[in-house]
């Protein structure tokens, strides 16, 4: 695999780097988490690359995509990074959509795409339940046709910024008798809905960033049903690999390893930086180590992307170590801002960027932390992608 740059490459990355300092509000910047931010401002940088024709790189171009090469997708996600841009919601950009532009009808793809494109509606997952998260398979959420509508009864949990979503795509049971996963199907359920609520859910970092939803008698149109009843586990799994695949955040780690060894160097030990001992210098090299094997990993799956292969296997193993790498970085950033990184934490209620006393490195230290927890569990747990790896990779 040749991921040397042409002079085609490097123009297109010169048009990028140019396009995003030139375009991307900088008021954002200084944001760290959604839970920091407002609706629009979660958006802002979406409708942004919608008007450029940039915001679905991954997609086939037929229903929007750019076209471009797989070195030029791996620019992309470099400069961004490069940037610390926000990144984009994943739900209906990297999750939904590819489902819907899959398995959908030609109706819903002409109903739903043009709206995660241009971010008018906006999406949630409905997935997880409680005694149902990494067993997803054993999830309650029960549908039952009646006529020309799907009655939905259930309770989701873990619904990712759901207090702004317009539609969720729902995992539920159309078939109580079939093994587990043959009775489940894929439905699209509209937010406003009657019999629908949503209750925050507050996490550690002191963000509402999840929820619980519960379903009570909720009529669902069928013509909602993407593919074929008792089929939504295929999907379900296709989702999946897209999600886990995008989890790993290669691009992102790089920029944040820059960051904690800029943090390294300024914190001192005996008056000398903190990077330049022994022990912290060796746990910063294993990182970018480490990192560097999972880019390679990252990069070869692109290529058989690229040539019409889906996510396989090995988007079990770039979740796992990608997220490993995401949590091992905030563990050593937190470690390198030592004290700092107690009082950087907000002080009662969350309304910005309102920390108490503390170098400005050291903002967001905790939260990130708090927040990176989660995950080694979203998207299937890391101890679930093992049995997944040691199933279809090794034959166990």
Known sequence: MDM?????????RDEVRTFIAENYPKDLKSRRTRGEM???????????????GWVVPHW???YG??????????IWNEENARAETQALLPFGLSMVGPVIYTFGNEEQKKRFLPGILSADVWWCQGYSEPGAGSDLAGLK????????????NGHKIWTTLAQYADWMFCLVRTDANAKAQEGISFLLIDMKTPGITVRPIITMDGAHEVNEVFLEDVKVP???????????????????????????????SKKAIERLKSIATAELVDGSPLLKT?????????????????????????AAESKGAGPGPEASILKIKGTEIQQRITELTLE???????????????????????????NGSAQNYFNMRKTSIYGGSNEIQHNIIAKMVLGL
């Open 336 to 362: 390198a801002v030592g004290n700092y990184g107690h009082v950087n934490v907000p002080t009662g209620e969350l309304t910005g960027n309102e920390f108490v006393a503390g170098p400005d490195y050291s």
């Open 65 to 74: 995509g750019t076209g471009w090469t797989i070195t030029q997708r791996y």
């Open 38 to 52: 407002t609706k629009e401002e979660i958006l802002t940088w979406h409708r942004i690359l919608y008007k450029k």
């Open 222 to 252: 069928a013509e909602n049903l993407i593919g074929e009843e008792n089929k939504g586990w295929t999907y379900a799994k296709f989702l999946l690999g897209n999600e886990r695949s995008g989890i790993a955040g290669v691009s992102r």
């Open 60 to 62: 086939p171009v037929e």
């Open 278 to 302: 022994d022990e912290f210098s060796r746990k910063v090299a294993e990182l970018e180590i480490d990192l560097t094997a999972l880019e390679v990993t990252e990069l070869r799956t692109l």
């Open 4 to 12: 040397s740059f042409s002079p085609q490459d490097l123009a297109f």
């Open 141 to 152: 959420t029960r549908a039952v046709r009646e006529g020309d509508h799907y009655v939905v």
